[in-house]
């Protein structure tokens, strides 16, 4: 199950390189940056507006872990839409880890082997008999609104001229259904991931487009 736990994953090898990556960035000296690391904690770095900037330029940059890079792109990108919120960051970036393994993005968790290539499968099934997979269903209907729609629109939007395929506002009335069925779930209660869901629903479109 998808957690937002991105930030959870990073590593002290992780928060060093950010203070590298900032110091290079911002002409700053790395005690410096450390110091204010000490201080105001991790989050300050991976906010600082240095970071996304230097793991695109900088040699440094190349040592970067995939959970860093993903996780303070995604921040940023929202931070510019205006979305302050961290949870949502912490979830989509894990999203994007998860989905970026081969064939996670069809299936609702690892361990269950039936495929989904559209919405409306996910769909029939939400009310599925076994309470977990219903839970699990809902959440990943969402999350693969919010896949498509988010990291391949021109393909929607393309398939949509060629061979009339539903647009982006389906995708994203689909994706708040997901997760406001999700949020419903008692399941989300208990892994803490209600109020996750229902700002994500409520916040589809920003978040889609960020």
């Known amino acids: 199950m ?9 590593t002290r090898e ?4 950010a203070v590298r990556l ?3 960035e911002g002409d700053r000296r790395v005690e410096d ?25 900088s040699r440094f940059g190349a040592f970067a872990s995939l959970q860093l890079f993903l996780y303070v792109m995604v921040r940023h990108a929202l931070l510019r839409a205006g ?6 960051s912490d979830y989509l970036a894990a999203v994007l880890l998860a989905f970026g393994n081969r064939g996670r993005a069809t299936r609702i968790s690892e361990a269950d082997d039936e495929l989904y290539d559209s919405l409306v499968s996910l769909l029939e099934d939400v009310n599925d008999g076994d309470p977990r997979r219903a839970f699990l269903v809902r959440v990943h209907l969402g999350n693969q609104a919010l896949w498509m729609s988010g990291i391949f629109p021109d393909w929607i939007e393309q398939r949509r001229w ?3 395929g539903p647009d ?19 399941l989300a209660s208990q892994y803490g991931m209600s109020g996750v869901y ?10 889609r487009v960020a």
């Open 168 to 186: 982006l506002e389906y995708f994203e009335a689909m994706g708040r259904r997901g997760f406001e069925l999700a949020a419903e779930h008692r």
């Open 33 to 57: 940056v450390q110091q204010r690391l000490v201080d105001d904690g991790l989050d300050t770095i991976l906010d600082d507006d240095h970071l996304p900037r230097a793991l695109l330029r």
């Open 22 to 24: 900032v110091a290079t």
């Open 162 to 164: 060629r061979r009339g």
């Open 83 to 88: 979305e302050q919120d961290r949870a949502l």
């Open 2 to 10: 998808i957690l937002a736990n991105a930030r959870q994953l990073l």
């Open 198 to 207: 229902a700002s994500i629903a409520a916040r589809f479109g920003l978040l």
């Open 14 to 17: 992780d928060a060093q390189l």
